[in-house]
Each structure stands twice: as C-alpha cells, then as structure tokens.
C-alpha cells in the first residue's frame, strides 16, 4: 500500500513515515516494513530515532535480534544517536534469548556513552537472571540498581521475588516482598501469586493460603492463575477437599476456572483413588462450556485403567474421537497398560495392532508396556518376538525395556533366557534397577550369572 503513496506523487514527512513503520510492525510485515525504512533513507530522509527504535522494536519482537543490533549499528554510523529506549529494547530481546551476558555488554556500553539506563532496562536484565537460575548475579544487579538512584518498581521487585521463589529461596523472597511497600511498589496480583507459588513448592501450603488472604484484604483480586497457583499445591500435597473448596470458591467469586484448573483437580483426585469424583468434575467442566484437552482425556483414562473402570475408559476414548479430538500414543499406552492389568490381553493386543492402521507411531514405551504385559500373561515367547522386533522397527530397547522383560522371564521361571539377556544388558551399559536386582540376589543357583552382572555394572560405573 505505501508504494502507492510515491506513485501519487505525495512526499511523506518523517511522522507519516514512522506510522506507516509502526502499522507495519504491528502487523508482523517486518520485511516490508525495512524496505519502507530502507525506501525512506533512499529518498534521501534522515530516519530520527524514532524510526530506528520501531524498526529495532519490530525485528526484535519477531526473533531476529541479530539484525536488531546491526540496524543499532547503521544508527550510529549515519550519525542518529541511540536512546534508552533503543537499547532497552535489544537488552530485553537479548535476555530473551537467554544471551545475558550480551546484554550486560550493552548496559555497559550505554554508562559508557552517557545514556543512563532506566528501570525497563535493569529490569530486563534481572529478568534474564532470574530466568537462568543466576540469582547471586541478579541481587548484584539489583544493589547497583539501587545505587544509581534508578528506583526500581513493582515489575522489578515481582520478578526477584518470583525468582528467587522458583529457586527455593522463599524466605529471601518474602523479605524482598516486605520491603516494596517501603520503596514505594505495592505489591500486585503477579508479586502476591508469585510468592504463593514459592510456598507452595517447598510444600508451605498454610503459608501460600495467609498470603491469599493477606492479597484479598489489601483489596487485591485474585485471578484465575492465583488460585490455579493454589490449587496445583494443594493437590500435590493431596489435600483435595482444600482444593476442591477453592475451585468452589472461585465461581462464587465469578471467576471461570480454566481447562488446566480443572485437570489439576481431576488428576489429584485421581492419584487419591477417587476417579468417580473427577469423572464428575469433568462433566461440570463441560457443562460450563470448557472444551477438554487431551491432557484431560489422559489423566481421566489413566485414572479409570488403574482403578479397573475399564468400561468408562472405553467410553472416554469414543468421546474423545466424537469430539474430533484424536487420540496420540501417550493415550494409547495409557489404555494398552490398563487393558493389561486388568486381564484383558485381546483388546491390549487389539489397540497395539491398531496404531498402525490410525497412523500413530509407538515408541520404546509402548513396546515396554506390551512385553510387560505379555510377560504377565505368561507368553513368553510372545514377548521375546515382539523385544526383537521392536530393534527391527527401529527402536532400540532402553534399560527400562531390559528391566521389563528380565523381570518377566524370571517371574516366568526361564532363568536361562534370563541370564542371556542380563549378559546383553550389561553389554549395553545399562544398569539394574532395584527390582531386578533383588530377583537375581534371590537365585541363589545363579551366582555366576550375577557376578557377571556386578563386575559388568561396576566397569560401567567407572568408565562414567
């Protein structure tokens, strides 16, 4: 379109060229929003810093920081000085990329041609800090911060606190949480859900649960996020009724919980033995218009195959193909694995013969369930054919593959078979998990055999 503005002969100032720029970028027309910088220099305009800042702003919110910093390049050398705000920019795309150390190089540049950073920039860098686990760093940052009279604002202390949260340190956080309101940053719903969040990693649930209370009664709102925070705590603690008085709590508050929140909740129940409640919870999902996801669908299957309610894992996976939601192999294992132990060794067999048919490709786990499971069933040599086929298909056994079918022929009293693959194994560099060790230290007419074992897993050891 902007061609058209040269045939009509109208001579755009730099303004209208620097909205035609901006719309461009906007719209994610990065290339032609260069050639209408590159068309503006050549008509013999002098780009202003505002021109370079929306083009550097354009390639770096698309990935492409490389040219970001040699457009900063061609800005110095035709005589247009860069600002904080052109630096800012390719500081907070740099620690985007996680190239911190660039950045630094940056801050460092900008001191030393006098153009002061502010606290979008430090921020930034403090960011890509906390994001690498760099914490001792970002404090550092953080006190020269500080020290440059750059007063930093409720963003900056969010992200220190929930960086110094990710890592255990919540302690340190909430003394950083502490002392905003004496800097003048009041906390917000981001810092309040951060420091929830650290309490609930190191499993503080009571804590994250005051400090919820403390964000509502300083007129704070939680979001859905803030209570999803606590929910997730709660069920890895398998406190369900806690979480399940939350997730009523939060439509009492008119706040719609999302797909994950929901999973969340379905999948603790789960794990506690009560896949009934999660079925129900997930037809109250449904009926509140959420469209369920295929982690929905694998936690429910899984739930239902471990507690023998195969019928309704049937029923799910119909469901599911309704939807026009197609089933991927971790739904499959999931089912493969639940038919086994329940018994039911034809439709197992079926389901595995079917991913051919559905296009879906197994993998090393998916052999691992079947042999698993023919082992159980006792066909040997089922099982046997089918671990030598899995190398021919072109997926080579793991030792999680050698534990199961070492396990398998031992349980099935086929020590010899056993002892052949044990060798195989050891060959291979893999180790023995704890069940299968305490299978061989029980064969007692097998001591050669579990030598071999030892000396090969000790000579593992110490080529690592």
Same mark, same amino acid.
């Given at each position: 379109?902007?061609?058209?503005?040269?045939?009509?002969?109208?001579?755009?100032?730099?303004?209208?060229?620097?909205?035609?720029?901006?719309?461009?970028?906007? *719209?994610?027309?990065?290339?032609?929003?260069?050639?209408?910088?590159?068309? #503006?220099?050549?008509?013999?305009?002098?780009p202003?810093?505002?021109?370079?800042?929306?083009?550097?702003?354009?390639l770096?919110?698309?990935?492409?920081?490389?040219?970001?910093?040699?457009?900063?390049?061609?800005?110095?050398?035709?005589?247009?000085?860069?600002?904080?705000?052109?630096?800012?920019?390719?500081?907070?795309?740099?620690?985007?990329?996680?190239?911190?150390?660039?950045? #630094?190089?940056?801050?460092?540049?900008?001191?030393?041609?006098?153009?002061?950073p502010?606290?979008?920039t430090?921020?930034?860098?403090?960011?890509?800090?906390?994001?690498?686990?760099?914490?001792? *760093?970002?404090?550092r940052?953080?006190?020269?911060?500080?020290?440059?009279?750059?007063?930093?604002?409720?963003?900056?202390?969010?992200?220190?606190?929930?960086?110094?949260?990710?890592?255990?340190?919540?302690?340190?956080?909430?003394?950083?949480?502490?002392?905003m309101?004496?800097?003048?940053?009041?906390?917000?719903?981001?810092?309040?859900?951060a &420091?929830?969040?650290?309490?609930?990693?190191?499993?503080?649930?009571?804590?994250?649960?005051?400090v919820?209370n403390?964000?509502?009664?300083?007129?704070?709102?939680?979001?859905?996020?803030?209570?999803?925070v606590?929910?997730?705590?709660?069920?890895?603690?398998?406190?369900?009724?806690?979480?399940?008085?939350?997730?009523?709590?939060?439509s009492?508050k008119?706040?719609?919980?999302?797909?994950v929140?929901y999973?969340?909740?379905?999948?603790?129940?789960?794990?506690?033995?009560?896949?009934?409640?999660?079925?129900?919870?997930?037809?109250?999902?449904?009926?509140?218009?959420?469209?369920?996801? &295929?982690?929905?669908?694998s936690?429910l299957?899984d739930?239902?195959?471990?507690?023998?309610?195969?019928?309704?894992?049937?029923?799910?996976?119909?469901?599911?193909?309704?939807?026009?939601?197609?089933?991927?192999?971790?739904?499959?294992?999931?089912?493969?694995?639940?038919?086994f132990?329940?018994g039911?060794?034809?439709?197992?067999?079926?389901?595995?013969?079917?991913?051919?048919?559905?296009?879906?490709?197994?993998?090393?786990?998916?052999?691992?369930?079947?042999?698993?499971?023919?082992?159980?069933?006792? #066909?040997?040599?089922?099982?046997?054919?089918?671990?030598?086929?899995?190398?021919?298909n072109g997926?080579?056994?793991?030792?999680?593959?050698?534990?199961?079918?070492?396990?398998g022929?031992?349980?099935?009293?086929?020590?010899?078979?056993?002892?052949?693959?044990?060798?195989?194994?050891?060959?291979?560099?893999?180790?023995?998990d704890?069940?299968?060790?305490?299978?061989?230290?029980?064969?007692?007419?097998?001591?050669?055999?579990?030598?071999?074992?030892?000396?090969?897993?000790?000579?593992?050891?110490?080529?690592?």
């Open positions: 379109m902007w061609k058209w503005i040269f045939k009509l002969g109208i001579q755009p100032d730099a303004i209208t060229f620097n909205t035609l720029i901006n719309g461009l970028c906007n *719209e994610g027309k990065i290339k032609e929003a260069v050639g209408l910088f590159n068309e #503006l220099v050549r008509r013999g305009h002098e202003n810093v505002i021109s370079y800042n929306t083009v550097i702003n354009g770096c919110k698309n990935g492409n920081t490389n040219m970001a910093v040699h457009v900063l390049k061609k800005m110095e050398q035709n005589g247009c000085k860069p600002d904080v705000v052109t630096y800012s920019i390719i500081i907070d795309s740099l620690c985007k990329d996680r190239l911190v150390n660039e950045a #630094l190089e940056f801050l460092s540049k900008m001191v030393d041609r006098d153009i002061p502010d606290v979008i430090y921020s930034s860098i403090l960011h890509g800090f906390c994001n690498l686990g760099q914490l001792n *760093e970002a404090t940052l953080f006190k020269e911060m500080v020290g440059r009279d750059v007063m930093p604002n409720t963003v900056t202390f969010t992200i220190l606190v929930d960086g110094l949260c990710k890592e255990g340190m919540v302690s340190e956080a909430r003394c950083v949480f502490e002392t309101t004496e800097k003048g940053a009041e906390p917000d719903v981001y810092t309040y859900t &420091l929830m969040d650290g309490y609930c990693l190191q499993n503080q649930m009571d804590e994250a649960r005051k919820l403390i964000m509502v009664g300083k007129g704070c709102a939680p979001d859905v996020h803030s209570y999803s606590l929910i997730n705590g709660y069920c890895k603690r398998r406190r369900l009724d806690e979480a399940k008085r939350l997730l009523f709590e939060m009492e008119e706040l719609t919980p999302n797909t929140t999973s969340t909740v379905m999948k603790g129940l789960c794990q506690v033995g009560r896949p009934q409640e999660a079925l129900n919870l997930f037809k109250e999902m449904c009926s509140s218009s959420l469209l369920p996801d &295929l982690m929905t669908y936690i299957l739930g239902c195959c471990k507690h023998g309610d195969l019928d309704e894992a049937l029923q799910l996976l119909k469901e599911m193909q309704e939807r026009k939601i197609k089933p991927n192999i971790v739904i499959y294992n999931i089912l493969i694995q639940g038919m132990i329940a039911k060794l034809e439709v197992a067999k079926e389901l595995f013969s079917k991913l051919s048919t559905d296009g879906i490709q197994p993998t090393v786990r998916t052999y691992n369930v079947m042999i698993g499971g023919l082992l159980k069933e006792g #066909l040997s040599d089922e099982a046997y054919k089918l671990f030598r086929k899995m190398e021919d997926f080579l056994p793991d030792s999680c593959s050698y534990n199961v079918i070492i396990q022929f031992l349980k099935n009293q086929d020590s010899s078979t056993a002892v052949q693959l044990i060798d195989e194994m050891v060959g291979k560099r893999f180790s023995a704890s069940s299968t060790f305490q299978m061989l230290l029980d064969l007692e007419s097998y001591d050669e055999a579990i030598c071999r074992f030892m000396r090969g897993s000790s000579q593992h050891r110490r080529m690592k």
